[in-house]
């Protein structure tokens, strides 16, 4: 008999911890007749008693205040709700139509802090995606000049350096949505915008990385070989940045050879090639002119012709090149005579 009450009283047990999800998750729903009221899940943290009644009626007067468009009033108790019950069932909601009040009002940072205020309490809640795509749209506004407003009336400054830092939030939240991939890709151009051009070449390295099979990582590919390529300052220079632009076309072409943007990689690919090629031929004619180094100078005009042989620096090299042939034929080696053959001293014997 025993046995028979443990085995039933086990089986009661499990069926209702390993109850299917949907089952054991409450949702508070709306409706203009009755209010809020909490629909299914038996394991729900619903308020009961005093506070569940205090809670559900402040929640009715602020939707009642919402629908009135009395948004100061219905912010007030929706703010009140999530500070007193934070970990009700009420709270989540409360911070969501905070959020949404506040973004109509175009009070874009409140409105970003009540999501993420969702996003790290309560990362399960049902509206996660909806949440991560209205910060995403808020950041994108902030980003794309969008001037938030102080208490919904004053306009702000506008704020690029803000709209960056939310869509790195969106990335450090929600890495494995849609939306950490696209916010990468926006740092990237909010960076250029504010001219952080490392910055921005760090943003799509991580997209890269991170997002190998997106569909925005040709996109990325492409961008980090045009940002390398902006950073080259002449065939003067130090071609570090044209030497990474270089193997980020080439990367792009080999891996996305069908993408629309394969006639600008090859017309970057082949103005990077140029670059370095005309940097090999200032350091050869500077052999040559200023050092007489023949030796030297014919290196670097070989490597002029190496990097891109088809082009017109190349053909430059190569009349350089013949040049320099030239001249070292003429130069007669320089022999060294011989050391003077030296016979050993001669040993001296003494006998005693």
């Known amino acids: 008999m025993r046995r028979l009450l443990s085995a039933t ?25 009755t209010g809020w009221r909490v629909q299914g899940g038996a394991l729900a943290p619903v308020l009961t008693g005093d506070d569940g009644r205090n809670a559900l009626d402040l929640m009715n007067k602020a939707r009642a205040a919402e629908e009135a468009h009395q948004i100061r009033s219905a912010l007030k108790s929706y703010e009140k709700v999530a500070k007193k019950w934070p970990n009700s069932i009420y ?20 409105a ?3 999501y993420q205020n969702i996003l790290q309490r309560y990362p399960n809640n049902e509206k996660f995606t909806q949440i991560v ?15 938030p407003y102080m208490w919904g009336v ?15 939030r969106i990335v450090a939240t ?34 890269i990385n991170t997002y190998p099979r997106s569909v925005l990582t040709p996109d990325a590919y492409l961008k980090i070989a045009q940002t390398h390529a902006s950073l080259v300052e002449g065939p003067a220079y130090d071609q570090g940045s044209t030497k990474e632009a270089i193997t980020y076309y080439e990367d792009y072409l080999i891996l996305f050879p069908g993408d629309t943007g394969a006639a600008t990689a090859e017309k970057g690919l082949a103005d990077m090639k140029r670059m370095l090629a005309q940097s090999k031929l200032v350091i050869a004619d500077y052999y040559l002119k ?19 042989p088809d082009s017109d620096v190349a053909a430059k090299a190569k009349v350089k090149l013949a040049e320099v042939e030239a001249r070292l034929a003429k130069q007669k080696p320089v022999l060294l005579a ?15």
């Not at 795509?133 to 001037?147: H, K, M, N, V």
């Open 154 to 168: 004053i306009p702000g400054f506008k704020n690029r350096e803000r709209s960056v830092e939310y869509f790195e």
């Open 9 to 33: 009283l086990f089986a009661v047990l499990a069926a209702f911890l390993f109850a299917p999800a949907p089952c054991a998750r409450a949702e508070l729903v709306w409706a203009p007749g």
């Open 112 to 114: 970003f802090d009540s």
């Open 174 to 207: 929600a890495p494995y949505s849609d939306y950490a991939p696209l916010s990468l890709m926006n740092v990237a151009r909010g960076q250029k915008q504010l001219g952080g051009t490392e910055e921005a070449i760090d943003a799509l390295d991580r997209m």
């Open 91 to 110: 709270a989540a909601e409360a911070f969501f139509r905070a959020g949404r009040l506040y973004q109509a009002r175009r009070e874009y940072y409140k």
């Open 133 to 147: 795509a209205e910060q995403y749209r808020i950041a994108s506004l902030l980003l794309d000049g969008a001037r």
């Open 338 to 352: 011989p050391p003077p053959v030296t016979s050993p001293p001669k040993k001296k014997w003494l006998f005693f």
């Open 290 to 308: 200023y050092r007489r180094n023949y030796q030297a100078a014919k290196v670097f005009y070989n490597e002029a012709i190496t990097v891109y």
